[in-house]
């Protein structure tokens, strides 16, 4: 936030004057109450021992420094035990319009990441079923994060995890193999666990009517055609599906190739050499107790077979080994008892504890017409992904999805996401936008013409309490942007975007845009409304969301 820089530089050379050092926990944020100031700073607390002064005078004396010497301070003054208030001028603000036009589609963007390697990992559903409307809310949160994360100046790989072996997988060979010896007449035992879905059917189906004689095969390879079948095709669905929700990821990675490739073994070599691992009752240990989890896990069984944990700890033993700096997972909320036992892999394997992180995906509560939408892969009652896209559209979903904190239950209404009123979230965000066009283009049908730059003289015409609160939002874009991408908070950008709108539709109320006998105001709004217009464009890119022209 260019507010925060400004005072930072000014105060900074104020304190070094006095003979002090810039204090570690300075803290300069908006004070809780606007009528205090832009901007409040707790420097003189800190640094008042070792100035042998009191506090809320050497506050004081901050803020009359600050006043005399930074023009763009245009009132300053001592606040309760310490804090120094400050308010910047109306022109200061004014350059926010500036700022935004000199950016255009870069506004927001910073280089905090500075450049760090991230491998982003999500969705990575079994290819079992198609997306259901929870996966959606993991691909839209994945897929946001990797764009604010970019945007935020780090350097971001997106990779989907394809779950092919293992007894899920096996277990979808047999549905349909099953399945298809029943629409083939023969007899059928069904086991207690299988799935059911109606696409079951379809490939089993398909498949028969390619070849008649498939249910001639021994069951043994008649699985295991039923299984590359059903994987491929569902797994192409899952595509095409992630790539009409605008979901993009750039590496496919699939867990038979840890074993083929050599990563397991590996892994299993590093937490060898790490000193953590033991052979106890004819099966393979890691020692992840003295690592902070519960209990000591089993990765190769007594019979030879690995467990689930021993191929993640070598997907994530992999990763790194491709140079990433840090890994970020999107699980399911019921996987939060496995984070302590993965923290503990990616400790053995000699990497700092922040190189990982876990997003945490909540349960979706899909309704429809008041009622929750069952949903359950094997039994087929689910509403998938598409269905959803379908009734809504990609637009409304993703902001849906991303409009709470992840780890927090979504009630996701159907009817509401489907309203064209401002009731509906995407909708008052994206009307913003449309109601900002619509005004200049009708300021162009009128003969008011807005320069690409509004120079100074020409912004002087904002000099209302709206003009500035405006102006202030779409300062602190940036800052949130970062804030949000360091702490894994994509829906932080929606809830920005959603008071920026609100401040906007209650301008726009307020205050008329066109006026026939003043010109030079005119224009100052046009320019500020143009600005507001390219936030929320920026903000509305991070979501994965359009920004209409007209609605």
């Not at 000099?463 to 939002?473: F, G, I, Q, S």
Request: net charge negative; hydrophobic share 40%; proline share 4%.
């Amino acid at each position: 936030m260019r507010a925060i820089d400004t005072l930072r530089t000014a105060l900074k050379a104020i304190i070094e004057e006095e003979g002090l050092a810039w204090p570690v926990k300075t803290v300069i944020e908006p004070p809780r109450d606007p009528k205090h100031g832009d901007l409040s700073v707790n420097s003189a607390m800190l640094l008042a021992k070792e100035a042998k002064a009191n506090p809320r005078e050497l506050a004081q004396k901050f803020a009359q420094k600050l006043v005399e010497r930074c023009p763009e301070v245009s009132h300053a003054e001592a606040a309760g035990p310490g804090f120094c208030n400050v308010t910047f001028t109306q022109d200061f603000w004014h350059g926010t319009v500036a700022d935004i036009e000199a950016a255009g589609k870069e506004y927001g963007k910073s280089t905090g990441g500075a450049g760090k390697k991230v491998l982003l990992e999500y969705v990575s559903a079994n290819p079992t079923g198609p997306l259901h409307v929870g996966h959606g809310r993991g691909a839209a949160v994945g897929d946001s994060l990797a764009r604010l994360l970019r945007v935020a100046g780090y350097d971001v790989n997106t990779e989907y995890y394809i779950n092919d072996a293992g007894r899920q997988m096996r277990l979808l060979g047999l549905s349909v193999w099953l399945r298809a010896k029943e629409l083939a007449g023969k007899p059928v035992t069904w086991p207690e666990d299988y799935y059911k879905g109606d696409y079951i059917i379809d490939i089993a189906r398909e498949m028969l009517d390619a070849n008649p004689a498939l249910v001639e095969l021994p069951d043994a390879e008649g699985q295991d055609v039923c299984y590359d079948k059903a994987m491929n095709d569902i797994l192409n669905g899952i595509k095409d599906d992630l790539n009409e929700f605008r979901v993009e990821h750039q590496r496919w990675f699939s867990e038979k190739t840890l074993v083929e490739g050599g990563a397991v073994a590996a892994a299993f070599d590093a937490l060898d050499s790490a000193g953590y691992t033991y052979e106890k009752d004819n099966a393979y240990w890691f020692a992840t107790e003295n690592l902070g989890d519960d209990k000591n896990r089993v990765l190769r069984k007594s019979d030879g077979s690995l467990t689930y944990f021993a191929s993640d700890i070598a997907y994530h033993h992999d990763k790194f080994q491709r140079g990433y700096d840090w890994l970020i997972d999107i699980w399911g909320a019921d996987h939060h008892g496995y984070i302590p036992r993965m923290r503990a892999a990616i400790t053995a394997m000699g990497k700092t504890q922040d190189s990982f992180d876990v997003v945490l995906i909540q349960l979706v509560n899909l309704l429809r017409e008041g009622q929750p939408v069952s949903m359950s892969t094997r039994a087929g009652t689910f509403e998938t992904l598409a269905d959803v896209i379908k009734e809504v559209g990609v637009d409304a979903a993703r902001f849906m999805f991303l409009s709470r904190k992840s780890d927090s239950p979504l009630d996701f209404d159907l009817e509401l996401a489907k309203q064209r009123s401002l009731d509906n979230p995407v909708y008052y965000v994206q009307y913003a936008h449309a109601r900002i066009c619509a005004v200049l283009r009708r300021a162009e049908e009128r003969g008011f013409v807005l320069p690409a730059k509004a120079d100074a003289d020409l912004l002087h015409g904002l000099d209302t309490p709206e003009d500035m609160a405006l102006l202030r939002k779409a300062a602190t874009f940036e800052d949130m942007l970062a804030s949000a991408a360091k702490s894994l908070g994509v829906h932080h950008v929606s809830t920005y975007l959603t008071e920026l709108a609100g401040q906007l539709h209650s301008y726009y109320a307020k205050h008329q845009v066109l006026l026939a006998d003043d010109a030079p105001r005119t224009l100052a709004r046009l320019a500020l409304l143009r600005s507001i217009g390219q936030v929320l464009r920026n903000g509305l890119d991070v979501l994965g969301v359009s920004a209409p022209e007209s609605m």
